[in-house]
């Protein structure tokens, strides 16, 4: 039977891969659209709540993304950013979450004229608004952003120099996202290169869409601290469970595997979360970490997340603290505050015993 639910919120949880563009209220959506007069494909939040999951639900990575059109389309001003950054820290601690790291590409919300760095103020406020509000209700929450890259565009170090211009203004880390095959990581070289100059922390998009090259390439070449999803390691572990050398590189350096289990399933990497690779990597001791992506898209919640990954591979409430642990220990924090995290995440669960 696994986890219940209910015991999956109560989880002090972690989470590292989650799009702030991806995980607005159905509601919010509505109501922002209907002020700038932008068409959507329902008027009601049950209805466009499904739109936005049949149409995410299809198997490739790039119809998935072509969903964003409409979120992106109400994140255009400061007061719209400052709401969903709010809104974002408010549904994760609602959702038992403790630490979470909302990541967005600022390039994609300039339409309304903001400047890049308004845009990331707006974030940081509003994100500073939701962690104030919720430690008023009891339930306090740390969230920082992740300053992403679009892999499509032409590549440029503008997202890394403004990362590390905020990087003590709420901004803990770099990434870049958007369609994986035909944009290796290393067309950003001088992105990571500035950032490795100046020891900022980031993460790649790498095993999703594209395998081992990619993977590969965000390792080797680029730098990468953490692994967005980065599933496809499996194609180099073979049948006997024998690890090929990138993946035990991965592996021994404890590298962190940001794994979306239910994404993955609407972009094709499997057909159910039991035959989700998450299995073969946790058994394996991979640092496997458990995360939502687009939790709009998905219809999904971290607590939903690890419930589904303990009814498909019989985890107990210990295994589910391994996986928490694992993302505390990867969180883009300085030291002494991820012992604080790991600490806040071993009394959570202490507590469930």
């Given at each position: ?179 994986e095959d035909g944009f290796p990581p290393s ?70 595997l940001e794994v979306c289990p239910s994404s993955n399933l609407q972009t094709g990497i ?84």
């Amino acid at each position: 039977m696994g986890v219940p639910i209910e015991v999956c919120r109560a989880m002090p949880k972690v989470a590292l891969h989650d799009h702030l563009d991806g995980g607005l209220r159905p509601a919010t959506i509505l109501e922002e659209a209907r002020a700038i007069g932008h068409p959507l494909p329902a008027d009601s939040p049950e209805a466009l709540a499904d739109w936005f999951y049949d149409a995410a639900d299809s198997g490739s990575l790039e119809r998935y993304l072509e969903t964003f059109t409409h979120t992106i389309a109400v994140m255009q001003t400061a007061d719209q950013l400052r709401r969903v950054a709010r809104e974002f820290v408010e549904d994760q601690a609602t959702d038992g979450v403790v630490y979470a790291e909302a990541r967005w590409a600022p390039e994609q919300h300039l339409a309304g004229g903001l400047s890049l760095s308004a845009a990331v103020e707006a974030v940081r406020d509003g994100l500073a608004e939701g962690m104030a509000a919720c430690a008023d209700a009891g339930r306090p929450v740390v969230a920082r952003q992740i300053l992403t890259s679009m892999r499509h565009a032409t590549p440029s170090t503008d997202i890394a120099e403004l990362a590390v211009a905020y990087r003590h203004d709420s901004v803990c880390g770099f990434d870049i996202a958007g369609a994986e095959d035909g944009f290796p990581p290393s067309r950003f070289a001088a992105a990571f290169d500035y950032l490795k100059r100046r020891n900022m922390e980031f993460t790649i998009h790498a095993g999703e869409a594209f395998g081992l090259p990619s993977i590969w390439e965000a390792v080797q070449l680029c730098g990468a601290s953490r692994l967005g999803h980065g599933v496809r390691l499996v194609e180099d572990i073979a049948a006997d469970g024998t690890l090929g050398e990138l993946a035990g590189y991965v592996r021994d350096r404890r590298i962190a595997l940001e794994v979306c289990p239910s994404s993955n399933l609407q972009t094709g990497i499997c057909d159910t979360i039991a035959e989700h690779p998450f299995g073969l990597l946790a058994r394996l001791r991979f640092r496997v970490t458990v995360s939502c992506d687009n939790r709009l898209m998905s219809r999904t919640t971290l607590s939903r997340e690890f419930a589904l990954l303990s009814e498909a591979f019989g985890y107990g409430l210990e295994d589910l603290r391994r996986f928490s642990l694992n993302a505390a220990k990867s969180a883009f924090l300085p030291w002494d505050r991820r012992l604080e995290l790991i600490d806040q995440v071993k009394d959570g669960f202490a507590a469930l015993a």
